[in-house]
């Protein structure tokens, strides 16, 4: 098992969840935050610390979100790793309950 940052994360990349990390899991794009599932131990803290519920195991991601299984593993290849909280992006209140912004992940 490892855990999964979904779709609620693009444009709001709210950070809470890389503080409580303890192996450094967490990769930062310019606007979402994947997990790479190689160092992801699975420990579920970084769960509640995400203000807008993206982040779920594995084998809890919803039915419409399991392209995100692949695409965490995929940008966890190419991004660095973040270590430390980081501000959210300045219109990420804005973007918290937009649904569909599949297409406005940023590469």
């Given at each position: 098992?490892?855990?999964?940052?979904?779709?609620?994360?693009?444009?709001?990349?709210?950070?809470?969840?890389v503080?409580?990390?303890?192996?450094?899991?967490?990769?930062?794009g310019?606007?979402?935050?994947?997990?790479?599932p190689?160092?992801?131990?699975d420990?579920a803290?970084?769960?509640?610390?995400c203000?807008?519920?993206?982040i779920?195991?594995?084998e809890?991601?919803?039915?419409?979100q399991?392209?995100?299984?692949?695409?965490?593993?995929?940008?966890?290849?190419?991004?660095?790793?973040i270590?430390k909280?980081?501000?959210?992006?300045?219109?990420?209140?804005?973007?918290?309950?937009?649904?569909?912004?599949?297409?406005?992940?940023?590469?």
């Amino acid at each position: 098992m490892t855990f999964v940052v979904t779709e609620a994360c693009i444009h709001c990349k709210y950070t809470d969840c890389v503080d409580v990390c303890p192996v450094d899991a967490f990769r930062e794009g310019p606007n979402f935050l994947a997990i790479d599932p190689d160092d992801c131990i699975d420990c579920a803290v970084c769960v509640p610390e995400c203000p807008v519920s993206a982040i779920f195991a594995d084998e809890d991601v919803p039915a419409d979100q399991q392209d995100f299984i692949p695409l965490n593993a995929e940008l966890a290849r190419q991004w660095p790793t973040i270590t430390k909280t980081n501000g959210a992006l300045p219109d990420a209140e804005d973007w918290r309950e937009v649904t569909g912004k599949r297409a406005e992940l940023k590469r």
